[in-house]
């Protein structure tokens, strides 16, 4: 009996000696991984339609094949097409044989035959940035939302039967800014085609 005590206290510091080995070690927090830079996803024959907060359609991506890199969040898109309405009801389109696209559809980087065409906002038109405008070259930046567009490469601009080519363009819709800079050089229509397009 006069053991015992001796004999619990062995116990006890073997039953916890025991439990020491036993509990898990935590393990040592692990850097995080850094964002893949091959697609995360790939879809064939899409189409993606944007709204805008009233629940009126506003941006409409199309494409052969669409690849998302989570890295930079980038898309990047097969023989595109992006459709736009404005608030005004105006239609704008793009088409290119490749893109990249911000994921909000906000912004996209034509690249290949691109072409953005901003239709009349009504046949009768005469103010000159009211009428049909098209933009061909093989790059081209859409801003979507902000209704720009701009280019550092050869650009051609077809408005009518005019065409008007350029080393670069601006052009902002919002603050009713056209520019071809960098040996700029046109092709107007005959006086009397010109006339009966304006009439």
Same mark, same amino acid.
């Given at each position: #009996?006069?053991?015992?005590?001796?004999?619990? #206290?062995?116990?006890?510091?073997?039953?916890?000696?025991?439990?020491?080995?036993?509990?898990?070690?935590?393990?040592?927090?692990?850097e995080a991984a850094a964002p893949?830079?091959?697609?995360?996803?790939? $879809?064939?024959?899409?189409?993606?339609?944007?709204?805008?907060?009233?629940?009126?359609?506003?941006?409409? *991506?199309?494409?052969?094949? $669409?690849?998302?890199?989570?890295?930079?969040?980038? %898309?990047? %898109?097969?023989? +595109?097409?992006?459709?736009?309405?404005?608030?005004?009801?105006?239609?704008?389109?793009?088409?290119?044989?490749?893109?990249?696209?911000?994921?909000?559809?906000?912004? +996209?980087?034509? +690249?290949?035959?691109?072409?953005?065409?901003?239709?009349?906002?009504?046949?009768?038109?005469?103010?000159? *940035?009211?009428?049909?405008?098209?933009?061909?070259?093989?790059?081209?930046?859409?801003?979507?939302?902000?209704?720009?567009?701009?280019?550092?490469?050869?650009?051609?601009?077809?408005?009518?039967?005019?065409? %008007?080519?350029?080393?670069?363009?601006?052009?902002?819709?919002?603050?009713? +800014? *056209?520019?071809?800079?960098?040996?700029?050089?046109?092709?107007?229509?005959?006086?009397?085609?010109?006339?009966?397009?304006?009439?």
């Open positions: #009996m006069a053991s015992l005590p001796v004999l619990l #206290m062995a116990l006890l510091a073997a039953f916890t000696y025991w439990l020491v080995r036993s509990t898990p070690v935590p393990e040592a927090p692990r893949r830079s091959d697609p995360d996803y790939v $879809m064939q024959g899409f189409s993606v339609q944007h709204y805008s907060e009233a629940g009126l359609p506003g941006v409409r *991506l199309e494409g052969r094949e $669409m690849r998302h890199y989570p890295d930079t969040d980038r %898309i990047e %898109i097969d023989d +595109v097409r992006v459709r736009h309405t404005d608030e005004q009801g105006r239609l704008s389109v793009a088409t290119a044989r490749q893109a990249q696209a911000e994921g909000d559809g906000s912004e +996209v980087r034509l +690249v290949g035959q691109a072409v953005v065409v901003r239709e009349a906002l009504s046949p009768d038109a005469t103010d000159p *940035l009211a009428q049909r405008l098209e933009f061909r070259s093989e790059f081209l930046h859409f801003f979507v939302d902000d209704q720009r567009v701009e280019s550092d490469q050869p650009v051609t601009l077809v408005q009518g039967g005019a065409q %008007i080519r350029g080393q670069a363009l601006r052009y902002d819709h919002s603050r009713r +800014v *056209l520019e071809l800079t960098g040996g700029v050089q046109g092709e107007l229509p005959p006086a009397g085609r010109r006339a009966a397009a304006s009439s």
